[in-house]
Structure formats: C-alpha cells, structure tokens
C-alpha cells in the first residue's frame, strides 16, 4: 500500500471541491438550495453531505473533534461558512496524506456508525478509499445538477488535474 496514491487523491479532491463552488457560487442562494430531486436534494445540501462524510471519517481516522450533526442534516445554512469549512476540510485531508504510512494503511480501524447502531472493522486503506470514492460519487450528483441549471463544473478527470 502506498501513500502516494491518496495524496494524489487528496489533491484531487481540493482540485474538485473548488470547481465545484466556483461553479455554486454562479448561483443565488435560493438557487443553491432549491430542491431538484437529487438524493440530498439541493447543490447546498450535496455540499453539505460531501462534508459531514468527510468530517465523520476523519473524526475516525485522526480522533480530530469536527462537528457532524445527523446523516442529511445539514452542518451549515450559510453558503460562505459551508465553503470555507469544506475547502478547510480538504486542506485537513491533504495533510492527514502527507503524514500516511504504508503502516497506518494496512492496520485495522474499529468505528461505530455515526446513528450509533453498528460496529465495524476494515482495514484503514478500504476505509480511507471509501472516502475518496464518496466525494467523487456525490460530486458527480453535484455535476448533474449544475449542470441541469446550465452551469458547467469543466473538466473532472483525474489525468487532467494540473500538477
């Protein structure tokens, strides 16, 4: 296992979750908010639940105390709180890359669900890549819908993130 991949999956996700607001900010607050049918809703609320998810794994992974309220329960009303907290967040997750060992990749993490119901145990690589593969998952419903209210997000390849 090696760190160099979720470092570079860490500078994915700023690269990403930048666009994504340049993007949000092209919309009014109403806007941002409207319910368009997506599973959380609104561009706001997606937003929202890329960072909760973000929060609640890396409450795990670091024993950092990052406020999380209820799964679909959104952690900030104001737009400019929300966007400052998650670009936040990605500088948090850069970080918390740059120190990750092969060790600290193949050991097992014990977590209880966030409603309080289930004790897990993976391995901190499955765990650490799930986190990855949920921003990107709910960032391609953020895609969407921008992209139904004709605003475009640009590229999202990997291969395309400038170095």
């Given at each position: 296992m090696s760190p160099d991949?979720?470092?570079?999956?860490?500078?994915?996700?700023?690269?990403?979750?930048?666009?994504?607001?340049?993007?949000?900010?092209?919309?009014?607050?109403?806007?941002?908010?409207?319910?368009?049918?997506?599973?959380?809703?609104?561009?706001?609320?997606?937003?929202?639940?890329?960072?909760?998810?973000?929060?609640?794994?890396?409450?795990?992974?670091?024993?950092t105390p990052y406020e999380i309220k209820g799964m679909g329960v959104d952690l900030f009303e104001d737009y400019e709180e929300l966007k400052a907290a998650h670009l936040g967040m990605c500088q948090d997750i850069i970080a918390f890359t740059d120190d990750l060992t092969s060790e600290w990749l193949v050991a097992d993490l014990t977590w209880t669900s966030v409603a309080g119901n289930r004790t897990n145990t993976r391995p901190q690589w499955v765990l650490l890549t799930?986190?990855?593969?949920?921003?990107?998952h709910h960032r391609g419903q953020l895609s969407t819908l921008l992209n139904q209210a004709e605003i475009d997000i640009g590229v999202t390849d990997l291969p395309w993130m400038p170095d």
């Open positions: 991949l979720y470092q570079r999956l860490a500078g994915y996700n700023l690269w990403m979750t930048e666009k994504a607001y340049v993007a949000a900010d092209k919309m009014s607050d109403a806007e941002r908010k409207q319910d368009r049918g997506a599973f959380f809703k609104s561009v706001h609320s997606t937003l929202n639940h890329i960072l909760f998810a973000d929060r609640a794994w890396m409450r795990r992974f670091t024993g799930h986190l990855f593969n949920h921003q990107t």
